[in-house]
């Protein structure tokens, strides 16, 4: 198993510029999410998803839209990137019920100029 | 009072000493209780679950104290590979989300 994968590792992006941080499991998790991690701040949920079809908001959602076609995909999209946004992002997948063994993908670095 | 909290650090700690380091939680209805344990520009991974008996893996014991709501590990002969930085992870009692991340303990084993 690949487990949870992440790409791009690193990009750097102009203000005003939208991408789609990608994120995809191989282990039929129902639950997804989408984390922050910032000096100082710790991991701070952005969006999550508990299953195909379905997202909701975390706590810093706004900038963000996620969307979930399929269990295996939970992509992220910056919809007009701000330099506020860099950021270190990890995606993360579990189990939805009976246990919260959470795993995180690699994470992408982004700066956002 | 914040949900989880922990001592940023650095704990400085020589080779072969033993540590420890707490967390306090602040919804008394949580349940689940860990410790994730993360590298240096690496993602978390799970280093232990913390259950109500206590429990060990080697040289790392992890202590739930729900009276005082505060879990706790203990690194006994600690080694260089132990440098990292250890999160506190409790779960969420509100809302469809499973956990809160304390900001980490910042540990640093000197030869």
């Known amino acids: 198993n690949a487990g949870v994968t992440q790409t791009p590792k690193f990009q750097v992006l102009k203000t005003g510029q939208s991408m789609t941080l990608q994120c995809a499991q191989d282990?039929?998790?129902?639950?997804m999410s989408w984390y922050r991690q910032d000096p100082g701040m710790g991991l701070r949920l952005i969006h999550y998803?508990?299953?195909?079809?379905?997202?909701d908001q975390g706590e810093v959602p706004n900038g963000y839209n996620v969307s979930r076609s399929t269990t295996e995909d939970f992509p992220l999209r910056l919809l007009s990137a701000a330099p506020s946004q860099t950021s270190v992002y990890f995606c993360a997948s579990r189990v939805r019920t009976g246990g919260y063994e959470q795993y995180f993908g690699p994470g992408t670095r982004l700066t956002v100029t | 009072r914040k949900e989880v909290e922990q001592d940023p650090g650095p704990f400085n700690v020589p080779e072969g000493a033993t540590v420890a380091f707490n967390c306090t939680y602040s919804n008394s209805a949580s349940q689940s209780f860990f410790w994730y344990r993360q590298d240096c520009r690496k993602e978390p991974k799970l280093l232990m679950s913390v259950y109500s008996s206590g429990n060990e893996d080697g040289r790392f014991t992890a202590q739930l104290n729900r009276a005082s709501q505060y879990i706790s590990l203990l690194i006994r002969d600690s080694k260089l590979s132990d440098s990292a930085t250890y999160l506190c992870v409790v779960n969420r009692v509100r809302g469809a989300d499973g956990l809160t991340f304390g900001k980490g303990t910042h540990l640093i084993i000197q030869p």
């Open positions: 998803s508990v299953g195909a079809g379905i997202t």
């Open positions: 282990m039929n998790h129902e639950y």
